[in-house]
């Protein structure tokens, strides 16, 4: 899919904007039905405890029992679901770049480094070493977050 759209992108010639553009479109179009599907859980979830049908019974609207008592419960999934998945982008678009589908040359892009570096790798390695720990750093980080933030907002973890 990714590749596809950026592929296409690369033929009508876009540049610049519309390039990062389309390769965001790519990748949420890719990632849209993921998160349809854990907000739906979370919201099915969510409506059939004690507190929402309070809320029925006192005679508040369904717009606001939506906003004021079940958004705020599904909110904490999708927040750590999206810094885990930041993790899995990053190295999507650094691949992309590294197979030349990514950013023009003269943007920077971690990608594009490791690609370049491929050339040098026998006689200067670290040239593609620090763009690789780059990427590998930054993954980590995103996923350490997210596993921070699940551990913090999961009401459902007793050691804490």
């Given at each position: 899919?990714?590749?596809?759209i ?15 553009l ?7 179009s ?8 854990l907000v739906?859980?979370?919201v099915?979830?969510?409506?059939e ?13 369904n ?15 999708i927040?750590?679901?999206g810094?885990?998945?930041?993790g ?9 770049s590294?197979l ?5 040359p ?12 491929r ?8 040239i ?9 750093y930054a993954v ?17 973890l007793?050691?804490?």
């Open positions: 899919m990714y590749l596809l950026v592929t296409i992108a690369r033929e009508w010639k876009l540049e610049g904007i519309w390039n990062d389309a390769l965001i479109f790519a990748l949420g890719a990632y849209i039905p993921q998160v349809a599907r739906r859980g979370s099915l979830a969510e409506k405890k004690e507190y929402v049908e309070a809320s029925r019974i006192i005679g508040e609207s717009l606001y029992t939506a906003l004021r008592q079940i958004l705020p419960n599904c909110i904490s999934p927040i750590v679901h810094t885990v998945r930041l899995l982008v990053l190295l999507i678009i650094a691949a992309l590294f030349g589908l990514g950013s023009p003269p943007t920077p892009d971690w990608g594009s480094d490791l690609a370049l570096a050339d040098h790798m026998e006689t200067k390695p670290l593609a070493v620090f763009p690789g720990l780059a990427i590998a980590l980080a995103f996923n350490l977050f997210g596993d921070g933030l699940r551990d913090i907002l999961d009401p459902r007793v050691d804490r």
